[in-house]
């Protein structure tokens, strides 16, 4: 059973940032990628961001390309999320997830989900 638990979410103004981490415990040993996924009120999750546990590709939706990076600490088996340039629009509710495969962005693929942080930008 693996448990994740997300951090750093908050209220910033357009064009600030946030730093969000999300710790996994529990039996990491499975986790081979780690992604980050988005859910505003009223709109279907969404894939934000994914990484291969212990370095390798990442993904990035589009829509966040350029502004978010995604990294993590095996080690630790810790990832992280660095969100610079935020827009009205990325604000949701932020979850990651632990995928067994790497599937990228696909949230089917993921098996173990935290219970989320709230990212709220105002304009």
């Known amino acids: 059973q693996v448990e994740l638990a997300e951090s750093g979410g908050g209220s910033v103004q357009a064009g600030g940032s946030l730093r969000l981490s999300c710790k996994a415990s529990?039996?990491?040993?499975?986790?081979?990628?780690m992604g980050w996924f988005r859910q505003a009120p009223g709109n279907e999750r969404e894939g934000v961001a994914a990484?291969?546990?212990?370095?390798?590709?990442?993904y990035y939706a589009d829509s966040v390309k350029g502004r978010f990076t995604i990294s993590e600490d095996n080690a630790k088996r810790t990832v992280f999320m660095q969100m610079n340039s935020l827009k009205p629009e990325d604000t949701a509710i932020y979850y990651c997830?632990?995928?067994?495969?790497?599937?990228?962005?696909?949230?089917?693929?993921?098996?173990?989900w935290g219970q989320g942080t709230q990212v709220t930008v105002s304009s």
């Open positions: 997830a632990a995928d067994r495969d790497c599937s990228g962005l696909a949230s089917s693929a993921y098996y173990s």
């Open positions: 529990g039996d990491t040993g499975s986790i081979n990628c």
């Open positions: 990484i291969y546990f212990g370095g390798g590709s990442t």
